[in-house]
Every structure is written in C-alpha cells, then in structure tokens.
C-alpha cells in the first residue's frame, strides 16, 4: 500500500483546513443571522403588545384613564427598547426594558439617538405609519418596516369605546371583515328625545329607542338594540363624506365606496354586485351574513322604529 508523502499530507491538510474554516464561517454566519432574526421577532411580538395594550385602552399606572402605549427605541452604549404608557416618553412610565443580543446594535435610530413609537388609545394608529428599526452586528444586519395596519394581525380592536365612555360606561364590539374594521354593535350614544320630534344641532347628541314614544319611553331597547339617529345627527351637522360624526375617536360615518367593499367582499361566489346597485337583488346575500347570525361576525341587530 502507497503512502502520503510530506508534501501531499501537508496539501490534503491544508484542504481540510480551508473547508473547515469556511464551515466554520458559514456556521458563524448562520449564527448571526438567526440572532438578528430572534431579536427582529421579539422587537415585532412588543410592537404588536404595545398596540395591543393602546387598543384595549390599558390602564399604565392604576389611575382609572385608559392610555396611550409605545415603544422607545434607544441607541447608546446598551443599546435596548422600552415599553410604556402615556402620550410622550417618561422613564417613570416605563414597564418593560428589553436589550439587543451582545454584539448587536440599532442602527435606525442612529448612534446616542433614539426613536418613539406611540399607539394612540383605542385606535392603536400612530405617526408616522410606517415603523423602521434596524438593528446590525457589523457583519449583517435586519431591518424590520412595517406599516402599522400589519404589526397588529387583525389591525382591529377586540373593543371599541364610546366617545363617552368616560360618563356611559359603553363599548362595542369590532369585527375584522375582508380588509376592512367594522364595529360590530349599534352606536348607543347621547341622550334618548321622544321619537315625535326632531333631532336638533344642539351640541347634545340625541337618539331615539326603539319605541321611545309615550307611554314607553323604553331607554332598555337602546341598551339591547342601539341608538336611533337621523342622517344630520349622526354626522354630526357635517356634510363632509367619511366625517367622524358622533363616533368614536379614530372611527367615522363609512362611505358609500366603503359600505360598497363590504358587500361586495361578502357577495356569493359569482353573484353581480355593481357599485351603483342597480340591479333589485345586487348584492342581496350580504346582507344575509351582516344580519344577526350570520357568517360575517357583524351580527347587526334588527333595530325596530321610534
């Protein structure tokens, strides 16, 4: 049997050599990259929390308000992120403190800055829309861009609360359908009128219950159906398509083209369903699933009459 001599064993040597060393910095690499990944998780899964938290309007310090909740970004000698609560940044607000793996470090925010984001109560929006962190360990790095709609999976609040909720105690349910965040309850705001009159611009919001005319005066049927109100005072005495109204903050009065995408998201499998509505039935099994018991998760409730 043939031997290695000297100069072949130090050849075959040298080849090991080189595809362990690169083995090694493909490992190395591997290792790396899936540090950045885990931390870009974790950065997300706090996102997603903090929003969470501004949606259910969370109470940060025990005070009895619902408030806004963020995330503070931080880029200095320990480079980390800060969950806390309140409109602005305030160290005493701070929950939680989570920091990047050793070895890694934020470049957006740059270096001895720092980066905000606040999710408003109960919207769970914030400025600017779109959220970039970067984060790098010399070698490779992750940016995370997200807009705001995606950090959340269903960017739609479980509860949605009344603009007065601070006096009624009322909130709604919300329902993701298609693109789209219905809530999924009749407003039930304001102060029940008797239903032989009008509603008035008055800087009070009047509704009317089902029945609400003498001798019933039922205001039980708003807490089981909803409010009642005319075009003018639901919107407010805004002409304005889309306008607020007497919603919540951050929701509005929808839009033909909006109530036009829910049926049209709902319609049957090759059913017409045209934006003008012309046809009789256009449209028509929407209204099936949007009804009390249907498949959409609207459940809207058959109201009555004043």
């Known amino acids: 049997m043939r031997g290695f001599t000297i100069l072949e064993l130090l050849i075959t ?8 060393a690169v083995a090694g910095i493909n490992l190395l690499s591997f290792q790396r990259s899936a540090t950045l990944e885990s931390a870009a998780r974790d950065i997300v899964g706090n996102l997603r929390l903090a929003q969470g938290k501004a949606m259910a309007g969370a109470d940060g310090n025990g005070d009895g308000q619902r408030d806004a909740w963020g995330i503070r970004f931080t880029n200095d000698a320990n480079d980390r992120y800060e969950m806390f609560y309140g409109n602005t940044y305030n160290a005493g607000a701070v929950t939680t403190t989570l920091y990047l793996p050793s070895g890694t470090a934020f470049t957006d925010p740059a270096e001895s800055g720092n980066k905000d984001v606040i999710f408003t109560k109960r919207t769970g929006t914030t400025t600017p829309a779109v959220i970039i962190v970067a984060a790098s360990d010399n070698s490779q790095s992750r940016t995370i861009t997200l807009g705001v709609s995606t950090i959340s999976s269903a960017a739609c609040p479980g509860t949605v609360y009344d603009a007065d909720f601070a006096t009624n105690g009322i909130s709604y349910a919300a329902v993701a359908i298609g693109s789209q965040c219905w809530m999924a309850e009749n407003l039930n705001r304001g102060t029940m009128i008797a239903g032989t009159g009008n509603q008035t611009n008055n800087s009070t919001v009047e509704k009317y219950c089902y029945k609400d005319s003498s001798p019933y005066y039922d205001t039980a049927n708003c807490d089981a159906y909803g409010g009642m109100y005319q075009w003018s005072e639901a919107m407010n005495y805004s002409t ?16 033909d ?3 036009y995408a829910l049926e049209n998201y709902l319609k049957d499998t090759g059913q017409t369903c045209v934006a003008s509505r012309t046809g009789a ?6 209204g099936a699933k949007l009804k009390s018991g249907g498949s959409s998760g609207f459940n809207a409730p058959w109201g009555g009459y004043r």
């Open 13 to 20: 040597l040298a080849i090991i050599a080189i595809f362990a």
């Open 240 to 255: 304005t398509e889309g306008a607020q109204g007497i919603c919540p903050t951050g929701w509005h009065i929808p839009t």
């Open 257 to 259: 083209s909006e109530q």
């Open 281 to 286: 039935w256009d449209c028509d099994t929407a």
